[in-house]
Each structure stands twice: as structure tokens, then as C-alpha cells.
């Protein structure tokens, strides 16, 4: 049974991992590829600071809320054990803040320690008159790529450096299954209109004495067009762009002087901050996750399909979850193969 | 008396932030900072610098949470300005845990320090040997940074600094009108105290940026402070001990102690270990003293004992010996005016 994987960002390499985990030891003819055009350093996951925060609203998808927890309590459950310094994985905590009273987010029970801000912690920011404290989790996909790449590679994973211009180009060969992480670039598998490009940009600089992160937010500009700031372990990111339907990567002077002029009012010890380097990326905005099955038909032969893709600004928030439930759905596809007497269950 | 011409004996915390109030309490007072040490070899840089308040047993509580409060607030207002990082002040969040309940569930800074409550369940089970615990935020001082930072804002005054040793207050009458005594544990020798006595502590300081909170054990004894290059791993509270150098076995110990709380310090590299004992003493001294010999006066001031807390009480300190300096200052300029009569 081979399956193949486009796209080796935090989507693609989680999905194999976890198909791998829970089947390998059920199908002894398990054999996964890594397809993508780019792989760790440079994906989009690669430049996100890599911290676990979800949108403020869930807009009713409750789906996306349970993905996103279940996320995060997979890591929690990392966070001691000795893997955690090679995953990028560890605790942080921090600001949201806003200029008005908002709901509570999906997230607050999902989080450490949720409380509203006191007057005393809103002094630290002039301009902001309500706001968030919680601590929440960074995974650094500087760290966690290469740590998914190794423990794949360990497994036999196979990778491959190649863009994939079509899905017959993966399932012609005798793929069974094909799994879509292809993020960004899904439009060119299979039209998506609804897929588009949620541009950042962000800079880097050296500001170690920043312990927190702290996240603006603008309720009519709309998420992540308002500054933030979010401390990693080798430099700290500080962002605040969000360009629906831009599809340039490059470095904008006008985005780069927004940031910086907004990031150093928030916090003005940052003038001083050195900065050590630059990034654009593009967030794949989809009103909602694109996880599903679907057969494709291919001359005389049949595909499937499962489309994992869409994640916006919350991939590394939400991976997990949808890996598992593409692993759900991979197991779905086993059983009617007859490859699997029933879907695996948790292991007694 | 035209420039009262002030000494300050010691350049560790509390002799740098003292002769600072002093500069700015009474401008035409010519301070000179005069140590044995400065950055980075006084006790002052081998602490944390983290502001959680030590109880003094003897000194009244109002007194110590009106030091710890005015600290609070002239360092918090340093670490929302431009300045913050070169004066190495950050606010950082974190978590102090307790074996068994304490006693005092809310210590008398609790409303000064910001964000304080009580953990929840969910938080707790990070601390699987813990019954009980306070989250809040804080602020840590770096050093050197921030003694370097307070040395060049000396230095902006106009204010003088001198590598000597003073064996005896005495010499420096004639030279200076007033000494201000910010010795720490060097007032054993320097004044014959023997109430004070040193606390010994050991730390770590490792590299592990990934540390962004502070943990520390209700006991003291272990804690982890991340700053700004290196997290602070501590510790111990050897009563008497007198020896700065460096231990193997505390040093293991230490960092057992502090991986057991923080598990991902097993990951961590470039070990440092460093000494420092803490001037103790029943309660800190800030007080005025004339002293007298063969009918020559010499005004001290004195500023010493702040044992495991100077961090936290330093500016409220600071301010209060300046203030007495001030009452010196006073009482020279009505003996002087009565002289000239």
C-alpha cells in the first residue's frame, strides 16, 4: 500500500507521521512518500514565529475548535519528555489586547491560566484598554520540521524534491492514496477559489529581554493586521500583516516600516532591538479547513483522495487534530480496501 | 557648606542606587562612589535580580511593602521606556509552587506585583511534586546591565568612582563630609557589626532560551529565573558559610533540584557556576549615625543588610538613606551657620 504526501510543511509531515503511527504496524505494506518543491527551512510554516493561538472567533466551526485543542493537549503532553528542546516545544505566555471589551474566545478553557487583564497590566500598554493573559504554547517549525523529517526518515518515509503538478502524477505510478498538504499551492492541483493567499510579513530581531508575547488586535482591520510580537528562542518576531489576495513573497519597505514603526510604539525598548533578518509568507486563508475524502477518477483508474489544506494563520494550531482526522479518514479508506477487518482503536 | 562632599563606600546595588538618589535629592552634593569592587565582581551580579520580596523578620511589614512598592514602580516605569533593555529590566511571568499549602496564601506584595492568583488544576499538573501554587508577573533586573546602566547614569551627574579599599571610615574624614556605609557584608569588618552574618548561595547560569518563565519553590531553596542571555539557576541558603568558591556537588544538586521542576534544563548548555553570600542580618539597617572621636564628628549613613532581598527593596532603600543624608546635610549646614556666628 503506497501513499503519497504533497507538501512537507507542518501538515504534510504531521499527517504522514500520524498515518504512519497508527497503521504501519497494521499494514505491513505501508510505504510513504514526501512529495514537495520545498522543504524545512523554507516553507511557510518554516517563517510562522510558531505560536499556538487560534483566531479570536471560531465563527461556529466547532470542528476547528476541537482540532485545535486536541492539538494542543498532544503537545502539553510533549512538554516534558526529552524530545520537547528538539521539537521547539515550550511554554510561553502573554498579551492579547484590544481597545474595546470582546467575548471570551473559543479557546479560553483550552489555554493555561485565561484571565482578563488589570488596570496595572494595561499601563505596560498605552492605547489598549481591555485585553487577555494566558499562557499557550510555541512550536517553532524551525525546530518541529526537522523533527518530524527525522522521526519519518527513521520510519522509512521516503522524500522526494519535486513540485507535483497534478494528482496523476503521484497516483499513476500504483499510489493508492494520495494525500493533499499541498497548502498554499492546492489551486494548482484542483481549482480551489475559495484558497487564498492571507500574506505576511514579518521581521527578526535579536530582543532577548522580551519574555512574552503580545498580540494587537484591531477588531475592523481584521486578525494579524495590527502588531504583534513573539519571542522565540534565537530572535523574536515581530508582525502585524495581513493582505487578503496578495500573492507577493516579497519584502515590502511599506510593510517593513508599518511593523517596526507600530512594534516599537507597543514596546519601545524595541528601538534598540537588532535586526537580524526579514521574511514574507503566504497564509493559506480559507473560510474554513479543507479536510476531506475524494475519489478521483484518473483514466481508468481511481484515486483517493484526502484534501488537508486551508489552514491560514493556524496551521501549527491546528495540525494535529487534522492530522488524526486524516488519519480517521485514511483508515476509512483501509477498511473499504479490505486491508483492515475495523478501524483501529486505541491501542489497550 | 557650599557642595557637601558625599562618599559612599560600596558599588553593588545598594552603593550605585543609593549615591544615585543622593545625586538627584540634593544636586549640589559632589558624590563619590568608593569600592573594592565593582561590576561585575560584587554579590550584586552573581543574584538574579528577580523582585520577589524576602519577609525581613524584624523590619515592619508596612515599612518593607512601601520599599518593595516605590522599587516596583521606578523599575516597572524603567522597563516600559527605550531604556529597558540596556538597563536590563523585563517583566517576566511564572509560577511559585508549595509542597503543602502555605500558611499565608497571600504574601503582603501579592497587590503589588502584577496579575497574581492563585494556579488552577490545569496548571498545577507541570508540577506534579506541588499541592499548591501563585502565578503573577514580575520584574528582574539583570546584572551587569543594570548595574552598569546605574554607574552611567552616576557618571552623567557628574558623580566620581574609585577602585579603593576602606579598612576604616575614618579615613575618609577630612576628605569627605559624609560617608555612606553601602557595604553589604563588608560592614562586619568595616563597622564591627556582628549581627551580620552571610547567607551563602550557588548558582548556575545556563544557557536555554527556551525558558521564558520563572519557577520557583516556595522553599527557596530551588528556582529558575530566565534574563535576558541566561537563566539563573538556584540554590542554596548555607548559613555562616563563608567560602566563595564554587561547589561540584551543590552544583549537580542545583541543577537535579532545578530539572525535577523544569525537566527541559536537561537540554541546557554552557554551564556557569557562581558564589555569592548574601549579607544578612536580623533586619536591614538604614539608619543615621554621628560618630566621634577626640571631638571630630563624622556623619555616616548607613544602608546595609538587605540579606536575600535587595533587589527587591533597593530604590525604597536608596531613597530612605538619601533622605537621611539629607538630614546630615542639614544638620552640618546649622553647625557650620552656628560656627560662623
Known sequence: MRVAIIGAGVIGLSSALCIHEQFHGLVPSLELEVYADHFTPHTTSDGAAGLWQPYLSDHGNLQETLWNKETFDYLLGHLHSPEAKEMGLYLISGYNLFTEPVPDPSWKNIVLGFRNLTPKELQVFPGYSYGWFNTALMLEGRSYLPWLTNRLTQRGVKFFHKKVESFQEVSGDGVDVVLNCSGMRAGDLQPDPELQPGRGQIIKVQAPWVKHFIITHDLKSGIYSSPYIIPGTEFTVLGGIYQHGNWSEENSAKDHKSIWDSCCRLLPALQKAKIVGEWSGLRPARPSVRLERESIRLGNLQAEVIHNYGHGGFGITIHWGCAMAAARLFGSILQEKKQLARPPGPRL | ?341
Not at chain 2, 549615591?19 to 552573581?46: G, H, K, N, R
Open chain 2, 1 to 341: 557648606m557650599a557642595s557637601p562632599k558625599v562618599a559612599v563606600v560600596g558599588a553593588g546595588l545598594i552603593g550605585l542606587s543609593t549615591a544615585l538618589c543622593i545625586t538627584e535629592a540634593y544636586p549640589s552634593c559632589s558624590v563619590t562612589v568608593l569600592s573594592d569592587q565593582f561590576s561585575p565582581s560584587t554579590t550584586s551580579d552573581v543574584a538574579a535580580g528577580i523582585l520577589i520580596p524576602h519577609t525581613d523578620l524584624d523590619t515592619p511589614i508596612h515599612r518593607q511593602r512601601q520599599w518593595f512598592k516605590e522599587t516596583f514602580a521606578y523599575l516597572f516605569a524603567i522597563s516600559n521606556s527605550a531604556e529597558a533593555s540596556e538597563a536590563g529590566i523585563h517583566l517576566v511571568s511564572g509560577w511559585q509552587v508549595f509542597k503543602s499549602t502555605p500558611k499565608e496564601e497571600l504574601p503582603f506584595w501579592s497587590d503589588i506585583v502584577l496579575g497574581f492568583r492563585a494556579m488552577s488544576e490545569a496548571e498545577l499538573q507541570k508540577f506534579p511534586q506541588h499541592q499548591f501554587g501563585q502565578a503573577f508577573t514580575t520584574l528582574k533586573c539583570d546584572c551587569p546591565p543594570y548595574l552598569l546602566w546605574l554607574e552611567k547614569r552616576l557618571k552623567a551627574t557628574g558623580a566620581q568612582m574609585y577602585t579603593r579599599k576602606v579598612a576604616d571610615l575614618w579615613e575618609l574624614h577630612g576628605e569627605y563630609d559624609i560617608v555612606v556605609n553601602c557595604t553589604g557584608l563588608g560592614a562586619h569588618q568595616l563597622v564591627g557589626d556582628k549581627q551580620l552574618f552571610p547567607v551563602r548561595g550557588q548558582v548556575l547560569k545556563v544557557h536555554a532560551p527556551w525558558v521564558k518563565h520563572f519557577i520557583r519553590d516556595g522553599d527557596g531553596l530551588t528556582y529558575i529565573y530566565p534574563g535576558i542571555h541566561t537563566v539563573t539557576l538556584g540554590g542554596t541558603r548555607e548559613k555562616g558559610n563563608w567560602s566563595r568558591s564554587p561547589d561540584p556537588g551543590t552544583a549537580r544538586d542545583i541543577f537535579d533540584r532545578c530539572c525535577s521542576l523544569e525537566p527541559s534544563l536537561q537540554g541546557a548548555q554552557d554551564m556557569e557556576v557562581k558564589v555569592g553570600l548574601r549579607p544578612c542580618r536580623q533586619c536591614v539597617r538604614v539608619q543615621r549615625e554621628v560618630l566621634s572621636k577626640g571631638g571630630v564628628k563624622l556623619p555616616v549613613v548607613h544602608n546595609y543588610g538587605h540579606g536575600a532581598g535587595g533587589f527587591s527593596v533597593h530604590w525604597g532603600t536608596a531613597n530612605e538613606a538619601a533622605h537621611l543624608v539629607g538630614e546630615c546635610i542639614s544638620a552640618l549646614q546649622g553647625s557650620s551657620s552656628r560656627a560662623k556666628l
